[in-house]
């Protein structure tokens, strides 16, 4: 039978015409390519991508590319600025564009997709926090609209004489019951009368999208988009009207135009939020120290007060010491692992004894204190819900509930649990100390906790507070949420040197070096964190899987975090693992200066540079008669009135074990601390630092001209010097350090939806903040801390919108304590701010307060966060306690015992009215956007009625009294 040859023919494909048509100003040599899921522009490969062109168009830099596709063509897509070679310069932020030809579109038909480039910024408002929390009632989603995509028209016209347009806009902020309209300069978009308007219709992921008919003769047309709520309010964007300037004539056959016009434009959206430690809070059921359901209460008090953030410091665990040294939160023992200080145990059970309520009863008043006693609050909270857990365990560990957590978490649970209970057995966190279990393995972790181990119970124990922590945790976030309350995290820069991911992934850190910082506002000789710094190259190998499950984590509980020392994202300060001061360091990466551009310069005597300057002289000037004994004891001779130290002290570490240990320490037992910062000072004396993987590569030292090594150089050696160190700090790294961000920072950024804000305070390279602000992180803003070198205080009215603006941090003193320590600084704030040469309040009373926080509300920042501490003090019966007592942190002691508790609980606070309205008056007349109240009643400005606000009075001071607040 023969065959009909019917199976070998196939049918005509239908095909369009697909232009894509950007606006963008690139630099010269940089070109825009598009790149999406359809092989036709390189299915996600940049390299296969297509390259648009150029043209001008009035003012404007416009790039277009005509692709021919199936008539049935479906792709998601972005767009790239790349170089000659095609290598990618810059990305897109947000979601990938989306393009779906419409069932019935015309074989030739010509469809121009008119888009916008997506900054950062914009995308910030698909983060968790503003799409799942400020704004979660906005979203308006119909399951039967693919997002984002080009649906059948009802009007679609294949006639010549008209022109199918599709206008698409993105409105993230929008409040629900709202619609959308066209409105615009033709008959068809009613001639800018909102009522005639063309209607949008919502394509899910806060998408709007109307199909319009236009006629050729209509073009030009100009338009904006508008919103009216459910009470009839309209909202018409801001800026210049949008235009679609199309050639009215015949030519282009059956054309179709999605003008993807980006996100509605609006005024700025800016909010407010409290930062507060968690173990800093005080509640009526708290056992010594903040808990995790505490936060219900402080989210609260953030919403009557007109907050749409609560922001905390770190609460992984950091028990890694087993004393009070632990109380630092940026330690961490694990990186997933939450803070057994933080669990509520009367919340572990409902059947606990009666004699453990009472435990819990006398334990909770004898750890009220006005500061957190770390260790006996830790040993009490153990201690209560060990006995708890040997009530329940067989339930517990059968439950439903366990399991699924215990699935979710065991690749970091099993390592935490078997980690603590060597650390308890072997008496230290310290693995190297623990024998054959110094080195991990998956083989000796399931024998650490096997069920038929003797200390199964101990191993599940740690089950059982990480589970109940995060049920805790997960409690509170959730009301949080509920609330449209941002839960803003912090993520430490580093680990603890002895901690579970050392232990397990030691191959990710550098463990023979220390992380700090080089000297800064903090602390003028700078500082050593103690961390072992990161091994980026090996992190790399596995797209940095050990950060991605990092921020996923964080991710169950928090909707934005704060990245501790953004900085080290750039480059790190690396010091040797010996050291103990943070002085003597190199940035990591970074391009040293080669043995060969040195002698090139004339600088050949580099043992003299990074051997430590010791003379005679200096001994005697630094230990009087005590230098002899000094010099013999810590010192040799290696020339004529030069010494260098012995090799049993030749690092710091070195020097403060022998310091404590030599025969001849009574000698000096009176004077040690003086003794050893002198020898400190000594091995510090250098100009280059030596590297110590390869002996023809140098550092200049930080600060090398205040040393005496590079004062008793010659001139040319000087002018040498003092060149390659300001090219070292401030030129030649640049672009190494851009890079390396743009490698590390998108990963966290792409690994969970929370908001990123970055801690950019310190020494900050030129290339930091341009790649902060491509990436859409928010920097932060400390007004004793300007960036700009020519200013002693920052100026709120100037900040950029894309910050966090704040009068303090836990790292610094309080507002009140600020104003009070420096009399002098005092008056130049008064002068500056208040162009009064009058004598200032010596105490920062609660007018002072306002002023300064006013100032902050008022500031163009998108987010105002202050310290709950600063925001107490706008009120007198809260600043009884001496100011200094309120300080979180100081930087500048290494072993700082974090304990500072609030002096009054949350429900205070809760109940006092009259603060909450003060500051609630201070947000709503900023501007600044308010988080709703279930049953409260309102102003007709939406501020809340809650009771009489705080008299504003002027600024009394004896002979003087200014009005701060004329202005407010």
Known sequence: MASSGVSTLQKPLKKAKLTFRLPYFTNWGQSILVSGSDPAIGAWNVKQGLVLRPSHEGSELIWRGTISVNCDFNCAYRYYVVDDSRNVLRWEAGQPHNVSLPDNVAVGAMVEVWDLWQTASEALFFRSAFKDVIFHGGSFSDPGISPGSIQSSCNYSHEQDFVNVQFKIVCPRIEGSTSVFVTGSSLTLGNWVVKDAVKSACTGDFTWQADCLFRRDEFPIKYKYCQKDKAGNLLL????????????????????????????????????????????????????????????????????????????????????????????????????????????????????????????????????????DYEATMASKLSLARKIFLLEKETFLASSSFQKFFAENEEWLKPYAAFCFLRDFFETSDHTQWGRFGHFSKEKLEKIISKDAVHYDLVCFQYYIQFHLHLQLSEAAAYARKKRVVLKGDLPIGVDRHSVDTWVYPNLFRMNTS???????????????????????????DNYAWWRSRLTQMAKYFTAYRIDHI????????????????????????IPLSQEELEHEGIWDFDRLTRPYIRQEALQDKFGTLWTVIASTFLSKYKENFYEFKEDCNTEKKMVAKLKSSAEKSMWSD?????????????????????????????????????????????????????????????????????????????????SDMLACGEDLGLIPSCVHPVMQELGLIGLRIQRMPSEPDLEFGIPSKYDYMTVCAPSCHDCSTLRAWWEEDEERRYRFYKTFLGSDEVPPPRCVPSIAYFIIHQHVDAPSMWAIFPLQDLLALKEEYTKRPAAEETINDPTNPKHYWRYRLHVTVETLLADNELKTAIRDLVVNSGRSCPPIEGADTKPDGNLVLGSSVEKKPVENGNTRVSLLATA
């Open 237 to 372: 964007e801001v800026g210049h009207n949008r235009e679609l300037p199309i050639d009215p004539t015949p030519e282009k056959n059956h054309v179709l135009i999605v003008a993807s016009d980006g996100t509605f434009r609006e005024m700025p959206w800016r909010g407010a939020g409290a930062a507060v430690p968690m173990f800093s809070v005080r509640s009526k059921d708290d056992l010594g120290v903040g808990e995790f359901l505490d936060l219900k209460l402080l989210v609260d008090w953030a919403v009557q007060s007109g907050f749409h953030l609560v922001q905390l410091l770190p609460v992984n665990d950091t028990s890694v010491h087993g004393m009070w040294w632990d109380s630092y939160p940026y330690s961490s023992l694990s990186v997933f692992a939450l803070h057994p200080l933080y669990l509520r145990v009367q919340a572990l059970s409902k059947d606990i004894p009666q004699e453990i309520q009472q435990e819990i009863l006398k334990a909770k008043e004898r750890l009220d204190l006005k500061d957190v």
């Open 515 to 541: 992380t700090g910082a080089p000297p800064d506002y903090f602390d003028k000789n700078g500082q050593n964190w103690g961390f072992p710094t990161y091994n980026w190259e090996e992190m790399s190998k």
């Open 567 to 590: 900085l080290g994202f750039f480059r790190i300060w690396e010091l040797p693992e010996q050291a103990i001061t943070g002085l003597v360091g190199k940035f990591r990466p970074s």
């Open 671 to 751: 004077k040690e601390d003086m003794i050893k910062q002198g020898l400190f000072n000594l091995l510090k004396d250098v100009v280059l630092i030596r590297d110590s993987e390869d002996t023809r590569k140098f550092y200049p030292r930080f600060n090398l001209e205040d040393t005496s090594s590079f004062k008793d150089l010659d001139d040319h050696s000087k002018n040498v010097l003092r060149g390659k160190y300001d090219d070292y700090y401030f030129h030649r790294q640049e672009n190494l350090w851009r890079q390396n961000a743009l490698k590390t920072l998108p990963v966290l950024l792409n690994s």
